[in-house]
């Protein structure tokens, strides 16, 4: 695996090596690897002739001091997973590196009532950031193939969102990989390394609760269904920012399971100092 740390770096060894047009997959990561990035890795692996990653923890998408001071950062032992997974180049930046200019905004972006619902309502000014730092790794890696997981899914909705609106670059085409979970089915996530052991065993109630959601998706009307289900989660301890059962393609929530094509139910919930947001496909 070669590791650059400045963009320039990057751009003039990835401009030789696509002049002999290998097409290339893009993992943008925040570090502190699972099994999750890894399988986004290994699905890049399979099908591109070149797999590149990026760790760089993004100051301007955290909207909390703390929760960006207290990000895992495990830098060598991710090092290690992504050389024994064959991933071809690491894109290590520094702040100074992706903002040179300073952290402040210089385009907005167009994200609709993406902005305005769920994680967007909950972190404001998050989901500028994200397209903030992913546009500036897409115009440096211009890769044909971006990997993201599905635990992310309004992320993925916003990438989809900001792609659609990128000039200058051919558009890179999204895959959405299926969330890794644990065992127990709590959905990977570099933050669960810093779950207490107790409530790293309440953590799977959330999976549970989306499961009960799912096998009581027709049977029961949905404002029960949501009632119940967050007394579920509520009893285990978590403080909700959101449960909602929307329309897969929008997000808009819904009433009745044929009020759309294909749901989905989201869940964000803090478990005390801990944030951890779930979903799962109903229909
Ligand atoms: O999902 C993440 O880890 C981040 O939001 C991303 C896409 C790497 C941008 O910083």
Same mark, same amino acid.
């Given at each position: 695996?070669?590791?650059?740390?400045?963009?320039?770096? &990057?751009? #003039?060894?990835?401009? *030789?090596?696509? @002049?002999?047009?290998?097409?290339?997959?893009?993992?943008?990561?925040?570090?502190?690897?699972?099994?999750?990035?890894?399988?986004?890795?290994? #699905?890049?692996?399979?099908? !591109?002739?070149?797999?590149?990653?990026?760790?760089?923890?993004?100051?301007? #998408?955290?909207?909390?001091?703390?929760?960006?001071? *207290?990000?895992?950062?495990?830098?060598?032992?991710?090092?290690? @997973?992504? %050389?024994?997974?064959?991933?071809?180049?690491?894109?290590? /930046?520094?702040?100074?590196?992706?903002?040179?200019?300073?952290? @402040?905004?210089?385009?907005?972006?167009?994200?609709?009532?993406?902005?305005?619902? &769920?994680?967007?309502?909950?972190? /404001?000014?998050?989901?500028?950031?994200?397209?903030?730092?992913?546009?500036?790794?897409? #115009?440096?890696?211009?890769?044909?193939?971006?990997?993201?997981?599905?635990?992310?899914? @309004?992320?993925?909705?916003?990438?989809?969102?900001?792609?659609?609106?990128?000039?200058?670059?051919?558009? /890179?085409?999204?895959?959405?990989?299926?969330?890794?979970? %644990?065992? !127990?089915?709590?959905?990977?996530?570099?933050?669960?390394?810093?779950?207490?052991?107790?409530?790293?065993?309440?953590?799977?109630?959330?999976?549970?609760?989306?499961?009960?959601?799912?096998?009581?998706?027709?049977?029961?009307?949905?404002?029960?269904?949501?009632?119940?289900?967050?007394?579920?989660?509520?009893?285990?301890?978590?403080?909700? !920012?959101?449960?909602?059962?929307?329309?897969?393609?929008?997000?808009?929530?819904?009433?009745?399971?044929?009020?759309?094509?294909?749901?989905?139910?989201?869940?964000?919930?803090?478990?005390?100092?801990?944030?951890?947001?779930?979903? &799962?496909?109903?229909?």
């Amino acid at each position: 695996m070669i590791l650059f740390k400045r963009a320039n770096d &990057l751009r #003039q060894w990835l401009e *030789k090596a696509k @002049q002999n047009g290998l097409k290339s997959g893009f993992i943008p990561t925040m570090g502190a690897l699972h099994a999750g990035h890894i399988s986004l890795i290994n #699905q890049s692996k399979k099908s !591109d002739d070149l797999t590149v990653a990026s760790i760089f923890v993004n100051p301007t #998408q955290f909207n909390n001091a703390a929760d960006l001071e *207290k990000y895992p950062k495990t830098i060598e032992a991710d090092i290690r @997973q992504l %050389e024994t997974a064959g991933c071809d180049i690491l894109f290590l /930046p520094s702040v100074a590196e992706m903002y040179p200019d300073g952290l @402040q905004a210089d385009k907005k972006y167009n994200l609709g009532m993406l902005e305005t619902v &769920l994680e967007g309502k909950f972190r /404001p000014g998050h989901y500028q950031g994200v397209c903030m730092i992913v546009d500036k790794f897409l #115009q440096l890696v211009q890769p044909h193939y971006l990997y993201l997981g599905q635990k992310d899914f @309004q992320q993925c909705m916003v990438l989809q969102k900001m792609i659609d609106q990128l000039t200058g670059i051919d558009k /890179p085409v999204i895959r959405i990989c299926p969330t890794a979970r %644990e065992k !127990d089915g709590l959905a990977m996530s570099s933050r669960n390394m810093r779950l207490t052991t107790d409530e790293r065993k309440t953590a799977p109630k959330l999976f549970q609760m989306l499961t009960f959601i799912k096998e009581n998706f027709t049977a029961k009307p949905l404002p029960e269904l949501l009632t119940e289900a967050q007394k579920m989660i509520t009893d285990a301890g978590f403080k909700p !920012d959101y449960i909602t059962i929307a329309d897969y393609e929008t997000l808009t929530p819904i009433q009745k399971p044929n009020d759309c094509k294909h749901s989905i139910a989201l869940v964000a919930a803090y478990l005390h100092e801990i944030r951890l947001i779930d979903n &799962l496909i109903l229909s």
